[in-house]
């Protein structure tokens, strides 16, 4: 049993100290720059129908800010749409992640970086998991603030619909009003950085380990 986990540490260890390959230091460059690039982009986009608007109210989430549709104004008519169910009016200063989600993709641009010049295989791991728990955190803040923004409902609104979850992806029904929720080109971005991650991983996975490049014993 010893003898058998010895083997399982000294293999996890040996691939740790993997040296990434050209390519895979490639692909690690190709997720630094699907990060920077997420930044430009809208991660979300909201898109709300009633009666009153059946040209449809737009909402676009991106890491830093808020943007209405109609140069602003559709945000404004949201509001409006959600004191009409008893919802939570929208504002860009409740959602205390946009001050760090753009200082959060600079890190991890400049992490990639590190792992690029260093070029090992434990660097990477690190840039890995680490975005996955950051992209797993936010999502579960995003979930979250639908779940509260569905449920925290004024009982003295015109209309008084039972506590629901909004759509997070695909269409929902809400009264009278139809929303839609998608990701955006930035989530679709974050997503790309994600495989260009794995495919660094898969492409290194055969190199030989630091040590036996520079005939260290072990």
């Known amino acids: 049993m010893r003898s058998a986990i010895d083997l399982t540490l000294r293999r996890a260890d040996r691939f740790l100290k993997k040296r990434l390959n050209l390519l895979s230091r490639l692909w690690i460059l190709g997720a630094c720059i699907c990060l920077a690039a997420s930044f430009l ?7 709300l129908v009633a009666p009153q608007y059946r040209d449809g109210l737009d909402m676009w989430i991106y890491s ?7 140069e602003g104004q559709d945000l404004t008519e949201i509001n409006i749409l959600h004191h009409y169910i008893g919802m939570q009016e929208v504002h860009e200063a409740d959602f205390w992640e946009m001050r ?6 600079g890190f991890f641009v400049l992490f990639g970086l590190r792992a690029v010049v260093l070029g090992s295989m434990t660097q990477l791991l690190d840039h890995l998991v680490l975005f996955l728990y950051f992209s797993l955190f936010f999502l ?3 979930v979250y603030r639908l779940h509260s923004y ?3 409902l004024d009982p003295r609104a015109p209309i008084n619909p039972e506590p629901f979850w909004p759509a997070i992806i ?4 809400i009264a009278n009003i139809t929303q839609t929720s998608l990701p955006g080109v930035g989530s679709y971005l974050l997503g790309a ?3 260009c991650l794995l495919l660094a991983i898969f ?3 055969n190199e030989p380990p630091f040590y036996e490049i520079r005939g260290e014993a072990r």
């Not at 982009?41 to 898109?47: A, I, K, R």
């Not at 830093?64 to 109609?70: A, D, F, K, P, S």
């Not at 760090?100 to 993709?105: C, N, R, Y």
């Open 170 to 173: 695909g269409t929902k029904q």
């Open 41 to 47: 982009f809208p991660l979300w986009h909201l898109n």
């Open 203 to 205: 492409h290194s996975r």
């Open 140 to 142: 579960a803040v995003f």
């Open 193 to 195: 950085a994600l495989l």
């Open 100 to 105: 760090f989600l753009p200082l959060a993709l």
């Open 150 to 152: 569905g449920h925290d």
């Open 64 to 70: 830093y800010q808020l943007v209405g549709g109609n």
